[in-house]
């Protein structure tokens, strides 16, 4: 069963990319003097035509999929002071949002609402381009930017987990322990990775720690 992203985080995109305002910054110097241009493959589509190929794995579902990662990649390559706009979410994890997102937008061209996500996913964006490295718990490998590692591990310490100063950017034992803290404690599989599930709920904005 596919597990949707938990609510808050979800609404917050949601509220983003429901605002107009939310268009690509870079899709108007590209466009004509009306500020239009030309969608391509799946962008073209209905979002309605991406909730159907969702539900199926063929061709056309990939035709979407392949939408979103082109576009990503431009979006690195010509967004000013940006390496990564999406630095720890999968395509699995923006495809979960695209669809809540056209569930309710169901006209909306599938090109459109790819805009409005990526707009609404700029702050918190990687500005500079950042190694991989790998965290490891339980026989378990997943690579991560350092970046992220220092973010998450910020995210930690502002939910009041102990996470020793010195091991910014290093996924060692004290980060590894607090990751399963933070795990048990959001009720999701306890396995020390910081998984995509982990990352989301973790990087949402949350209260400072208590003194």
């Known amino acids: 069963m596919r ?15 429901a605002a107009p305002a939310f268009l690509w910054p870079t899709a108007a110097p590209a466009a004509d003097a009306e500020g239009r241009f030309a969608l391509k493959g799946g962008g073209a589509a209905p979002c309605s035509a991406f909730l159907r190929a969702r539900q199926e794995a063929g061709m056309e579902r990939q035709l979407f999929e392949g939408f979103v990662d082109g576009y990503v990649t431009a979006a690195n390559q010509l967004t000013p002071d940006t390496f990564d706009l999406v ?63 220092r973010r998450a591990q910020e995210a930690l310490r502002r939910r009041g987990q102990a996470v020793p100063a010195a091991s910014d950017g290093a996924f060692d034992a004290a980060t590894r322990e607090a990751v399963r803290r933070f795990q048990r404690a959001s009720r999701v599989e306890v396995t020390g990775l910081l998984d995509q599930r982990t990352l989301f709920l973790l990087l949402q904005p949350a209260p400072p720690a208590p003194r």
């Open 3 to 17: 597990r949707r992203p938990a609510a808050p985080l979800l609404a917050l995109l949601g509220a983003l990319m």
């Open 87 to 149: 630095p720890w979410q999968s395509t699995a994890l923006l495809l979960d949002f695209l669809a809540q997102h056209c569930e309710r937008n169901p006209t909306m061209a599938f090109g459109v609402a790819v805009s409005r996500m990526a707009a609404a996913l700029v702050p918190e964006r990687l500005r500079a381009t950042s190694r991989v490295v790998g965290t490891e718990a339980g026989g378990s490998v997943a690579p991560i930017y350092e970046e992220v590692l």
